[in-house]
Nanobody, 124 residues
Framework: QVQLVESGGGLVQAGGSLRISCAVS????????MAWFRQDPGKEREFVAG????????YYTDSVKGRFTISRDNAENTVYLQMNSLKPEDTAVYYC?????????????????WGQGTQVTVSS
């Protein structure tokens, strides 16, 4: 069974950088797109970034374009989210998600496997 484990979250000052990782265990890592979502308490979980199965195409929500970069290393079974120029509004729990489909969509229902989340806090 595929499992996702996030790491690398923490506290950072506004303007700083952080890289979070998602380690994928199981034999089917390359089966579909991967994505990062985030959720603040009391708010809905929202799409942040996604990458296709082969890593050739990436997608971002408007608020992080130009600041965040998603990448995947299929050989290492890991997905990364490099976050630069962080803002206090980026504070949230970040979740890694795996899809059975090639394309990374923004819809939660397209992702059937989720990690436990990692907290990212950006201080002003």
């Amino acid at each position: 069974q595929v499992q996702l484990v996030e790491s690398g979250g923490g506290l950072v000052q506004a303007g700083g950088s952080l890289r979070i990782s998602c380690a994928v265990s199981g034999p089917t890592f390359s089966r579909g797109a991967m994505a990062w979502f985030r959720q603040d308490p009391g708010k809905e979980r929202e799409f942040v970034a996604g990458v296709t199965r082969n890593g050739d195409s990436t997608y971002y929500t408007d608020s992080v374009k130009g600041r965040f970069t998603i990448s995947r290393d299929n050989a290492e079974n890991t997905v990364y989210l490099q976050m630069n120029s962080l803002k206090p509004e980026d504070t949230a729990v970040y979740y890694c998600a795996a899809s059975k489909f090639f394309i990374a969509t923004t819809a939660l229902r397209a992702y059937d496997i989720w990690g436990q989340g990692t907290q990212v806090t950006v201080s002003s």
